[in-house]
Structure formats: structure tokens, C-alpha cells
């Protein structure tokens, strides 16, 4: 079965930080871009960060210093550190898996993630 698991969200308070990862199965991990998005309540679903193949990454400007999205294809793992949390990182934080020859996308269950004191 092809699918993506988050886990690693939590409370936490400002300036705090977290680590989410995304493990892959079912699916060759090479063959993805990988990403995460997050979505807050009442709001859109927004990207936050991505990495290709080959590891070049970007982000979405108000996490760029302060997040790092990292892959490790022994084990079919994407991770998002989180550090300097604020209020507004509170959010539902998905992985997304695009094979590249298809186009296709694959996405998590999400996990939450609450930033509050």
C-alpha cells in the first residue's frame, strides 16, 4: 500500500521547536519530490517547503531561517525542523509526495502542530 505517515506535531510554546517527519512506503522514494504543506483553521492549505530529487529545497517566505526540510532515501523519510515557532505556525501539517514522471500526488493525514503559551 503506497502512503505517506506524518507524525512528530505537538503543543509547544513560542520560540520552541519540532520536528516533523513523513515516512514513505509502498512507493520508490527516489522517484518523488517531497513537500509540506499546512493548513490553519478557516484558512487555505499553503505551502510551506519542498525538496526535489536532487535535494534542492525552497520555502515559503515566512518560514525561510527558521525551517529546514531534509529527505533520507535509506529511510524513505522526509522531515521538517522547526525552530523559533510562532503563533502563526499553528496548523494541520501535510506531506505531499509528487512522482516526478507522472506528475502525480500523493498526500499524508496530516498532523497537528499548536503553537501557544
Known amino acids: 500500500q503506497v502512503q505517506l505517515v506524518e507524525s512528530g506535531g505537538g503543543l509547544v510554546q513560542p520560540g520552541g521547536s519540532l520536528r516533523l517527519s513523513c515516512a514513505a512506503s509502498?512507493?520508490?522514494?527516489?522517484?518523488?519530490?517531497m513537500g509540506w504543506y499546512r493548513q490553519a483553521p478557516g484558512k487555505e492549505r499553503e505551502f510551506v517547503a519542498a525538496?526535489?530529487?536532487?535535494?534542492?529545497?525552497n520555502y515559503v517566505d515566512s518560514v525561510k531561517g527558521r525551517f529546514t526540510i531534509s529527505r533520507d532515501t535509506t529511510k524513505n523519510t522526509v522531515y521538517l525542523q522547526m525552530n523559533s515557532l510562532k503563533p502563526e505556525d499553528t496548523a494541520v501539517y501535510y506531506c505531499k509526495g509528487r512522482r516526478v514522471s507522472t506528475q502525480s500526488d500523493l498526500w499524508g493525514q496530516g498532523t497537528q502542530v499548536t503553537v501557544s503559551s
Open positions: 509502498g512507493m520508490i522514494f527516489s522517484m518523488y519530490s
Open positions: 525538496i526535489t530529487i536532487g535535494g534542492s529545497t
